[in-house]
T-cell receptor
């Protein structure tokens, strides 16, 4: 089955540690996105990438970093500079642009990060 | 910057009741609009979308939404809910030809059997 795989599903880390969340898609989608979901705040865009080796900051990029070395992979690193990293992180992908009409974002199952 | 507001954070209703969830956005230009749903323990999935044409859009599971451009609104409705509609619902907007989908804060809906 085609889809988006996020790992790990649950992750605990100590303050001051960096952690990398994996996102892999086998849908041959062009664009990939990272969102952060917090209760009452919906989904907020962290980073997105339209093509390999290119990515743009979203609305809350501070304290995060990404890479897009392969079309199917878009890992997110939560650095120690992120002040409130405990959250649910969602990866999504789409063929073409989300404003094209014919295509919609496909989401992964998410990764829940807890900082102790 | 565009923003999306969902007026109710929590809604509790009984089966067979009607549901309406409000959504307003701030961008004045041409937009495309979406409602997504997240059932407990499941992936976020698309309920319906509006890009052009008839402002009354029908989606899956009996949901519909009406785009009212003059009010910058895209409210979601269902005439008669079921217990299985218990979920969190998110409104989202993107500028035409844009790359960034902006979500509202979400509304948690609990349908009592």
């Amino acid at each position: 089955d085609g889809g988006i795989t996020q790992s790990p599903k649950y992750l605990f880390r100590k303050e001051g540690q960096n952690v990398t969340l994996s996102c892999e898609q086998n849908l041959n989608h062009d664009a990939m996105y990272w969102y952060r979901q917090d209760p009452g705040q919906g989904l907020r865009l962290i980073y997105y990438s339209q093509i390999v080796n290119d990515f743009q900051k979203g609305d809350i990029a501070e304290g995060y970093s990404v890479s897009r070395e392969k079309k199917e992979s878009f890992p997110l690193t939560v650095t120690s500079a992120q002040k409130n990293p405990t959250a649910f992180y969602l990866c999504a992908s789409i063929r073409g642009q989300p404003s094209s009409g014919a295509n919609v974002l496909t989401f992964g199952a998410g990764s829940r990060l807890t900082v102790l | 910057a565009q923003s999306v507001s969902q007026h109710n954070h929590h809604v509790i209703l009984s089966e067979a009741a009607s549901l309406e969830l409000g959504c307003n956005y701030s961008y004045g230009g041409t937009v495309n609009l979406f409602w997504y749903v997240q059932y407990p323990g499941q992936h976020l999935q698309l309920l319906l979308k509006y890009f052009s044409g008839d402002p009354l859009v029908k989606g899956i599971k009996g949901f519909e939404a009406e785009f009212i451009k003059s009010k910058f609104s895209f409210n979601l409705r269902k005439p008669s809910v079921q217990w299985s509609d218990t979920a969190e619902y998110f409104c989202a907007v993107i500028k035409a030809a844009g790359n960034k989908l902006t979500f509202g804060g979400g509304t948690r809906v609990l349908v009592k059997p």
